[in-house]
T-cell receptor, first 114, second 115 residues
Framework: AQSVTQLGSHVSVSEGALVLLRCNYS??????LFWYVQYPNQGLQLLLK??????LVKGINGFEAEFKKSETSFHLTKPSAHMSDAAEYFC????????????FGQGTRLTINP | NAGVTQTPKFQVLKTGQSMTLQCAQD?????MSWYRQDPGMGLRLIHY???????DQGEVPNGYNVSRSTTEDFPLRLLSAAPSQTSVYFC??????????????FGSGTRLTVV
């Protein structure tokens, strides 16, 4: 069965600093990988996804993530944090076929300090 | 293009009451799912559907029923509400794998409180 672990339920960085949110997955075969962002009292918005091809994936709002098969990781980064990045971030995986059911990590709340 | 629409946005139920959470999408997506979100647990899959007339259970299906009579609609029914069902519920839809694996599009959620 697939599983996702997000290291750190709460990450705090200063405005302008590097953002690094960690995600490791467990799957018998390389899955599809996703990062979603949730702003307060809103639904989830897709930040970026990895399905195939280039392992460095660029998403919206300046975020990117790198798929590392050997480390079973898909960490999310942004070079310079902005106050508007404050939100909860979810890493998720799904099978490549079938119903593509999403399995989520527990989420990481990102706080930006002025 | 409205995307995924969920109604109601907020609901308070008494223990034992029943209700239906509505979900509709206008993107002609074949795949639809229901998730519940609880603090510190991420989102967990309740039920899902890969097309009209086809549904299956997810990770936490107990206490919930679904049906899929049309491509557009995927209602979630609580037959006898319990306090443990207090949560935020999200509906999501996606095209099938052959159409690009664009990931799921989520609705804005229904916040349910059972007292």
């Amino acid at each position: 069965a697939q599983s996702v672990t997000q290291l750190g339920s709460h990450v705090s960085v200063s405005e302008g600093a590097l953002v690094l949110l960690r995600c490791n997955y467990s799957s018998s075969v390389p899955p599809y990988l996703f990062w979603y962002v949730q702003y307060p009292n809103q639904g989830l918005q897709l930040l970026l996804k990895y399905t195939t091809g280039a392992t460095l994936v660029k998403g919206i709002n300046g975020f990117e993530a790198e798929f590392k098969k050997s480390e079973t990781s898909f960490h999310l980064t942004k070079p310079s944090a902005h106050m508007s990045d404050a939100a909860e971030y979810f890493c998720a995986v799904s099978d490549r076929g079938g119903a593509q059911k999403l399995v989520f990590g527990q989420g990481t709340r990102l706080t930006i300090n002025p | 293009n409205a995307g995924v629409t969920q109604t109601p946005k907020f609901q308070v139920l008494k223990t034992g009451q029943s209700m239906t959470l509505q979900c509709a999408q206008d993107m002609n997506h074949e795949y639809m799912s229901w998730y519940r979100q609880d603090p510190g647990m991420g989102l967990r899959l309740i039920h899902y559907s890969v097309g009209a007339g086809i549904t299956d259970q997810g990770e936490v299906p107990n206490g919930y029923n679904v049906s899929r009579s049309t491509t557009e609609d995927f209602p979630l029914r609580l037959l006898s509400a319990a306090p443990s069902q207090t949560s935020v519920y999200f509906c999501a839809s996606s095209p099938p794998p052959g159409q690009g694996s664009r990931g799921y599009t989520f609705g804005s959620g229904t916040r349910l409180t059972v007292v």
